[in-house]
């Protein structure tokens, strides 16, 4: 439960583990060994011979000199990096600030050919230049402020009632654009809680008796305390317990005689049970440390000899559920009549109670938010600090594609060019730092696509310093904490629909451009109608208002015309067509 204070280098360590998954994104706790040799350019999730600040001591002990402390650890980079990293403005205000420059272009424009129409047709320039300003006035767009607030307001309401809360305006109609969504996996699209999922035994699947009788002797092989509604251990122990259906009986017969600790070198933990009769010894670890040890195996709730096709089989099985991304945990047993004296005499001659497969799950709505995603046009892709099989199963059980998986490593080897051309088929990413998070991002924007990042890991923070705003907008979805990419998926048809609003303040304000620009136009034409039909050579000397003046009642005697032709009212025709045609 200790907190790491600095960046250490272990000097001694004794069954020592972090839970590192704020930083490297894991969902287990990393063994660490202060005799462990790492390769010079290796991630800090290879690190085993140190101690980040910032992650928690899971179990075990251990001595270290400070490397870094403050802004030199790894969190303190992070934090960084994030200072040094500008927000690019949203879609909405680029394109805001895009119309704009092309409005005061146009206006400028119509107001010059406007003005020398009026000089051509000899107005004085006086006249036309106030007419010209009046123009540029009308054209600038003084209401859209509001228009966009108002609006962006209405979609944060909608969205909302689908159960999503936006903290800021602009994430709105960033949404609405977006992409591409790279997301975290543990923690966001997983529940960052292992669980078991499968126990198999020689026969196949265990359920029933078997099962019980295996998860129980397990359960005993720990070190968890607690109640079932607050368990206190290793993540991994405490899943297992979390599967009994009576942890708390199994407790009062946890009655500890002996008990020989986990190690990386040995694989595996063994307790000695005091009993009634004498004494149970029940060993747990990696089925290749716990197998070779077995004699006999469970079967049917009977012991039975271990025979090489069963030992076979049980290899197999253990294959097979690694090949799906499970961690896979062996249990054995045996009784004695007196406590074993050494290690070897406590762990021969075992029985094999079977495999136990265990995962962090995918969240229950995290499926269907990939699939939401992929139906509002979004590509999702999976970044995360986690194992490249692990990513793998758990992004093609999400739909996220995964033909192929980069690792970190691998990335580090690409030049930006050459990540241009992967990141547009890639869609997993493993064993990744925060750094390559951002590389990846910022390879995403390169290619003009609106990026948004979503994660709960100090790793996915720095890059979402990136993307539209979609980091600081922290989005809750349905009251979960690191469920955007549901709420992306759900509420994008919103969003979208809030981005199309955007033109409403253009389109109504349009009549109002058209009315002062062509005003003049039907004027000069109906006047000049006038002077060619009726000779009006008072024309040339009336004034602009006489003009105006004129054009008005032209242009309302023409609707009566247009009017009395439609309802067939002869005698209002006559009378229009004898004032206008001599």
Known sequence: GDVVPADLRLL???HLQAEESALTGESVPSGK???AVCDEMCGAAERKNMLFSGTGISAGQGVGIVTATGMQTEMGRIAAMLGDEETPD?????RLRRTGKLIGLLVLGICAVIFLIGLIQKAEPL??????ISLAVAAIPEGLPAVV??????????????????RHLPAVETLGSCEVICSDKTGTLTQNKMTVVRCAGAAGELNGQDRDALLSAAALCTSVEGSDEKLLGDPTETAIVAAVSDWERLQKQRVKAAEVPFTAERRRMTVVLRTEGGYRVITKGAPEAILPRCTYVLLNGKNVALTPEMRAALSAKNRDMANDALRVLAAAEKRTEACPETDDAAESGLCFLGLIGLEDPPRPEAAEAVSECKRAGIRPVMITGDQPATASAIAGRLGIENKAVMTGTELESLSDDALLQTVQTCSVYARVSPAHKMRIIKAFRRLKLVTAMTGDKSGAVIARVQPMKLAAMEALYDGQQGAPLTAIGIVRPEAERTSNEDAF???????????????????AYVAGINDL?????????MSAAEKMERGRVAVGELARYRAALEAGDQAVIDQITAKFDP
């Open 127 to 132: 006249e036309m230049f106030m007419i010209s």
């Open 505 to 523: 303040y253009f389109k109504i304000d349009i009549p109002k451009l058209l009315s002062i620009m062509s005003f003049r136009d039907a004027d």
């Open 533 to 541: 039909v009726n000779g009006n050579e008072e024309y040339g000397v």
């Open 12 to 14: 001694e360590s004794v």
């Open 33 to 35: 060994g202060a005799n």
């Open 90 to 94: 949203t879609p909405l205000k680029l």
């Open 149 to 166: 607030t108002i609006v962006l307001a209405l979609g944060v309401r909608r969205m909302a009632a689908k159960r999503a809360i936006i």
